[in-house]
């Protein structure tokens, strides 16, 4: 999931794609760890703010049954705003 998401943020969307729909398989089949952990290890969430791994871990493993692609963007999206977020608190 952090990978896919790095790769977001660096512009390569081919490879970001790639990971996040890989990382959504492997969370919809029950790898890649459980709870707040998989959220927490996506380098690009705001790790100071429970709230927000919280909800996301909710959004997430809620919508694990949407397209990959739909979902990626949604992953992506979250990042975005998360960087915003923590850009405006710095």
């Known amino acids: ?3 896919g998401m790095a790769a977001d943020f660096w512009g390569d969307t081919d490879e970001a ?3 996040l729909t890989d990382a959504q398989t492997s ?5 890649g760890g459980q709870g707040l952990s998989w959220p927490i290890s996506n380098v690009l ?3 100071r ?3 927000l791994l919280v ?17 990626a963007r949604m992953v992506c999206a ?3 705003a998360w960087r915003a977020r ?3 608190d710095s």
């Open 1 to 3: 999931l952090g990978l």
């Open 86 to 88: 923590t850009r405006l």
């Open 45 to 47: 969430v705001d790790t």
């Open 27 to 31: 969370l919809r089949e029950g790898g």
């Open 78 to 80: 979250d990042g975005e």
């Open 17 to 19: 794609q790639r990971l």
């Open 49 to 51: 703010t429970h709230d």
């Open 55 to 71: 909800e996301a871990t909710h959004r997430y493993q809620a919508s694990l049954n949407l397209p990959p692609a739909e979902w």
